[in-house]
């Protein structure tokens, strides 16, 4: 005989003091989450190890449930607690200030975080070193790049072609394109560097060195 899914409501009192009844309300919650997935009740209560009956009593208000049945229920539907207790998230600070996150260095190049962390792009200013050019190492890889020159004089392979770009230039191109960036004079060169890489375990292999080396903002 196959047996019945786990309910907690064999075994937990419906009003521990001190205990789930104290959480917010995930009602409403739970009955989004399972329509935005696309599950009946059933199939639903089927993935959590619940009884229908005890899912249904949940997303209804009826009954609450506890810290371990609210991360199996989470795991279920690929989200958060926090998201199934209704918390809204932080806003992050769209402000980085002047001497705020240090430099970094990785192979010579040196980086400053010019943008906020865990957002879909990553800024950054630069410092290309002089003589330190990325040689025949070519960087190819998924999401878009822009750069803008603030000092020195840059020197931009993109594909077959080579670009020489004064203070004031910039460039944007999609990292498909073949392409490797170096310095064209004795100073180096500044700029200010943004890619769509945050999120991509690729996120490494922008500017100089391998990808174990460069900084992570």
């Not at 919650?29 to 599950?39: F, N, P, T, V, Y």
């Not at 980086?111 to 003589?131: D, E, I, K, N």
């Amino acid at each position: 005989m196959t047996p019945r899914p786990e309910d907690p409501s064999d075994t937990e009192a419906p009003e521990a003091p001190g205990g789930a009844e104290e959480l917010p309300a995930v009602a409403p919650q739970l009955r989004e989450l399972r329509r935005r997935a696309g599950l009946t009740l059933e199939a639903a209560a089927a993935r959590a190890r619940l009884s229908p009956a005890h899912l249904s009593r949940l997303e209804t208000g009826r009954r609450q449930p506890s810290l371990p049945l609210l991360l199996g229920l989470a795991r279920t539907y690929g989200t958060t607690v926090s998201e199934l207790l209704g918390e809204t998230p932080a806003v992050a600070d769209p402000i980085v200030r002047a001497g705020g996150p240090g430099a970094r260095e990785a192979d010579g190049w040196t980086y400053w975080q010019a943008g906020g962390s865990g957002r879909g792009m990553q800024a950054l200013r630069v410092h290309v070193p002089p003589g330190r050019s990325q040689g025949e190492l070519v960087r190819v890889h998924p999401g878009e790049e822009w750069l803008y020159v603030l000092g020195g004089r840059l020197r931009l392979h993109l594909g077959e072609a080579e670009h020489l770009l004064e203070p004031g230039d910039s460039a944007h191109f999609d990292s498909l394109t073949p392409h490797r960036i170096g310095a064209a004079g004795p100073g180096g060169a500044e700029l200010l560097f943004v890619h769509t890489l945050l999120q991509s375990s690729l996120a490494g292999v922008c500017l100089g060195g391998t990808a174990k080396h460069h900084p992570q903002p």
